[in-house]
């Protein structure tokens, strides 16, 4: 009875799972006919979980693509870590063909000097090369609802800029799309799915997966939902009701924290000069 009630809340939970990702998928037109994807593969439940979904018979068929899923060894990880063997084990479970690079991101680093955008660039370009070297021309991203807001507010905070995540990205002018299927999906989600499928949870994580930017605001986020509860798909829709009205243009401060003048006609350059001298 325990196995059957766990298989029905397995199921249960992948059919919520697959419809946020074929509503995504619908949305941003990410998928097409005869397309060949490349699935990025941690070995994290994110990732597991995108590769899963994306090797379902039923979606296979019905948007007609075809996929490889791609696992990238770097040398920043603790000793324990035994993601290739696990890994290989659960592509031919899936019956999934799988490709394995090793890449250093050290170098002359240490590792407290490995920053996400260093370990991330050096993997993307490892993932970029694979995807053209087996003619594909989608490559899949675990990325899910909680990383799209947190990196808004990442660039917002850190970068001083508006931007974050597409769920669809072409790069290489076009020679590429980046696709998110799980954009919709929040992490609570996935990972209560990854526990019920008994994903392997053996995985090393980052050394500095406590110490990063990143965490400071996926923990800022998690106090702030606790006032309310909409906050995250409120940061998620806001670039689609930006009110441009409201953003206007800021100046660039200079060294002495005063800006840079815009470009204006001589008369009101000479009004503001003169304001200037009464009110700074």
């Not at 809340?9 to 697959?18: A, I, M, N, V, W």
């Amino acid at each position: 009875m325990e196995i059957q009630n766990n298989i029905a809340r397995l199921k249960q939970k992948e059919k919520s799972l697959l419809k946020k990702a074929g509503l995504a998928i619908h949305d941003y037109c990410m998928i097409k006919k005869d397309d060949r994807i490349c699935v990025a593969v941690s070995g994290g439940k994110d990732s597991l979980t995108l590769l899963k979904l994306l090797s379902l018979r039923t979606l296979k068929i019905s948007l007609g693509y075809s996929l490889i899923a791609v696992h990238i060894e770097t040398d920043f990880k603790c000793k324990g870590c035994i993601h290739k063997e696990t890994i290989k084990k659960i592509f031919d479970e899936w019956g999934i063909a799988g490709i394995f690079s090793k890449i250093s991101v050290l170098n002359s680093k240490s590792k407290k000097g490995i920053t996400c955008f260093w370990c991330s660039w050096n993997r993307r370009k490892a993932i970029f090369e694979i995807a053209g070297k087996f003619n594909c021309n989608k490559i899949a991203l675990g990325h899910h609802k909680d990383d799209v807001i947190e990196t808004m507010l990442l660039n917002l905070l850190f970068n001083g800029e508006i931007s974050t995540m597409n769920p669809k990205q072409a790069i290489f002018n076009g020679r590429f799309e980046i696709i998110r299927p799980l954009c919709y999906a929040e992490k609570k989600e996935i990972t209560a799915y990854a526990l019920t499928a008994g994903f392997p949870d053996c995985f090393c994580s980052c050394p500095n997966a406590f110490i990063s930017k990143r965490k400071f605001v996926k923990d800022f986020i998690d106090e702030a939902a606790k006032l309310s509860p909409g906050i995250k798909t409120n940061i998620f829709r806001a670039p689609s009701r930006i009110r441009h009205e409201y953003l206007g243009k800021t100046l660039i401060p200079r060294r002495n924290h005063r800006a840079f003048p815009p470009k204006v006609d001589p008369p009101l350059a000479e009004a503001c000069g003169m304001a200037a001298k009464i009110f700074l």
